[in-house]
């Protein structure tokens, strides 16, 4: 098996995170709370949801 390093000298997430800037600048101004969910299927992030619609 071999083995290869390999350099990056470029950030990779640059351009994700300036849109991300962006987009919370936008959100903000408007008055706006955005959150990002992350969960395996079936971890409750849809019912968590709904919990916070229903409130």
């Known amino acids: 098996m071999h083995h290869i390093d390999v ?6 997430f640059e351009a994700n995170n300036r849109l991300a800037a962006k987009n919370h600048d936008t959100l ?20 968590l949801v709904n919990c916070w619609c229903l409130c």
């Open 28 to 47: 903000a101004a408007a008055g706006i709370r955005a959150f990002d969910l992350l969960g395996a299927i079936g971890s409750g992030k849809t019912s």
């Open 7 to 12: 350099s990056i000298e470029k950030d990779i």
